[in-house]
């Protein structure tokens, strides 16, 4: 039997770096610290509440948009965090995870022949969300070894097929964070055009060293032409529950509503309920900082024992390590060896890059326990 081919939207995609570290990971019962997700448990309370809120029989449909009370307390706690009013009706959909926020929000606004800013090393979903839109990523390194972003060439960069551009802090893999210079430049670079903006906050409270998290909601002439993309699961410790939300204009947000109405529709229903409640735990959110913060700065002086040298990181659950002081192997090569010869996975950042730049830097999680993290490093002080 013939089958009909297809010509792949994404001909250059292969399996993701991260699935084969994790299985190289399993493979050679090793240390995972590639992947990004927690290995201590979750709070019990929030899984009673979910257990409760399925016994209790809220176990169908809730509105395509979200659940309305979650929304309304997504709204209060806006407020209270970045002093901004927003319209739960109108500006706050609920989703299936922070990536899909992404993608639903790339998807309502990209037409073939846009071109949309996207600053490397990026999260691995970026790039290909924007091609499979018809759509053209270009491609501006962050500055290295701080990652900050070169907004001269962000200007010259910009045309008029310019669409959006793209901004995640913290950010992944490297844990740098927006500044209110940042924030100057890109209000700068905006004003007075059509372009969009889409910012990935997912890691909104893991931040780090007493800095605040510069989110596009405190900030109305931005908010008005930006999606902001968020994860309950980086909050929560439950990145497996796949549930996020996205906030925009409403303007925005009514165009967002009409692609997800047709990809999702609804979100896990007990979940939204549960954290509806739990989100009045405050502390929850505003100790998480503080909390991962102690594991960060418990695996950087773990790592003094090592030959890796760090990239300080001001946020999220990585901290980037370079290497080129004692070896010449590819990242790639030596996260491969690490694993397969050291029991320890990590991430190569060459593979935040569409072309693979190799500044011989590795990833690693932090937000592991401290027996997990001790575990690790000790196999990485062998290394030769």
């Known amino acids: 039997m013939n089958l009909p081919g297809i010509q792949s939207k994404l001909p250059d995609v292969g399996t993701t770096i991260f699935t084969v570290m994790s299985q190289m990971a399993v493979e050679y019962n090793a240390v995972n610290l590639g992947q990004g997700f927690p290995d201590f448990p979750m709070s019990e309370e929030l899984t009673s509440l979910v257990a409760k809120a399925m016994r209790d029989g809220f176990n169908q449909y809730v509105h395509m948009n979200g659940l309305p009370l979650l929304r309304k307390r997504l709204a209060e706690k806006a407020q209270k965090l970045y002093n901004t009013e927003l319209d739960p009706e109108t500006q706050i959909t609920v989703t299936p995870g922070g990536t899909y926020a992404i993608y639903t929000a790339l998807t309502t606004v990209l037409n073939p022949g846009d071109e949309v800013i996207v600053f ?32 001269e060439e ?67 002439d931005l908010l008005k032409r930006s999606f902001v993309c968020f994860s309950f699961g980086k909050t929560y410790h439950c990145t497996g529950w ?70 300080p990181s001001h946020g999220s659950y990585f901290e980037c390590y370079s290497y080129g002081h004692f070896s010449n192997e590819t990242d790639k090569e030596l996260a491969i060896r690490l694993t397969r010869e050291y029991g320890i996975a990590t991430i190569p950042v060459s593979a935040f890059y569409k072309h693979g730049e190799d500044n011989k830097v590795l990833r690693f999680c932090f937000a592991k326990k401290e027996d997990t993290l001790v575990k690790a490093v000790q196999k990485l002080s062998h290394l030769q």
């Open 120 to 151: 490397e090393p990026a999260y691995d979903s970026y790039i290909p969300n924007i091609e499979i839109n018809g759509a053209k990523p270009v491609l501006i390194s962050l500055r290295f070894p701080d990652y900050s972003i070169p907004w």
């Open 154 to 220: 962000v200007r010259k960069k910009i045309n008029a097929r310019t669409r959006m551009i793209m901004i995640n802090s913290p950010h992944n893999p490297t844990g740098a964070v927006l500044t209110e210079h940042d924030i100057t430049e890109l209000r700068s670079i905006v004003e007075g055009t059509n372009m969009l903006i889409l910012s990935d906050e997912v890691y909104e409270h893991l931040i780090y060293d007493g800095m605040p998290h510069l989110s596009i909601l405190r900030y109305p």
């Open 242 to 311: 796949k549930l996020g939300y996205c906030i925009s204009s409403p303007e925005l947000m009514k165009e967002f509503r009409k692609v997800h109405q047709f990809n999702c529709f609804s979100c896990d229903s007990p979940k939204q309920v549960a954290i509806a409640e739990y989100i009045l735990r405050e502390d929850e959110y505003l100790n998480l900082g503080p909390f991962l913060q102690k594991k960060r700065d418990f695996f950087r002086e773990l790592m003094r024992s090592t030959p890796f040298e760090c990239i």
